[in-house]
């Protein structure tokens, strides 16, 4: 550190200068790279992922849009009219056999299984809430012994 010191005070003011410009020009790019490049980096990436949500909210409200007008139709009327005779087609269709079936309430029926796969279930499952238009009041899953198969109780009730 002496030998610097020493060097420094023999230098000449035009070398002194030159030093002191070529210590400002490594700050600044220091200053640059480390802090206002990452800075933009991150300001890029938080935009992108605005854009993002921007478009994942004018598909949802497109879905409500078309949830709404579905829902007001006169076919969601007639499909959802009777909903045990809409459960029941249901079953043979995706291949499950329930152990319960109970009416409960005025519009609504529930539907236990005591083993049933999960997946044949929970396609059964959204062809009655997405394509026929009921509504899953109370859904009870519980795993079973054997791999892939649950226990379940799902209590049905027109929208």
Not at 58 to 77: E, I
Not at 79 to 84: H, K, M, P, W
Not at 107 to 134: C, H, P, T
Request: proline share 1%; net charge neutral; charged share 20%.
């Amino acid at each position: 550190m002496d030998g610097l010191k020493q060097w420094w005070q023999e230098a000449s003011t035009r070398d002194q200068l030159a030093v002191l410009a070529l210590a400002f020009c490594a700050l600044l790019y220091a200053l640059f790279n480390y802090v206002l490049a990452p800075v933009q980096d991150m300001a890029d990436h938080q935009e992108l992922r605005v854009e993002a949500q921007q478009a994942a909210l004018g598909r949802v409200s497109a879905l409500a849009a078309q949830w709404k007008s579905r829902k007001t139709s006169s076919d969601f009327a007639n499909v959802s009219a009777n909903v045990e005779r809409s459960v029941q087609a249901s079953f043979a269709k995706h291949g499950v056999r329930p152990s319960g079936f109970d009416a409960s309430g005025r519009s609504g029926i529930r539907v236990r299984f005591d083993s049933v796969e999960y997946n044949k279930m929970l396609a059964w499952l959204y062809e009655l809430e997405i394509d026929q238009g009921l509504k899953m009041k109370d859904i009870n899953i519980a795993s079973s012994s054997d791999v892939g198969r649950v226990s379940a109780s799902v209590l049905i009730q027109k929208n």
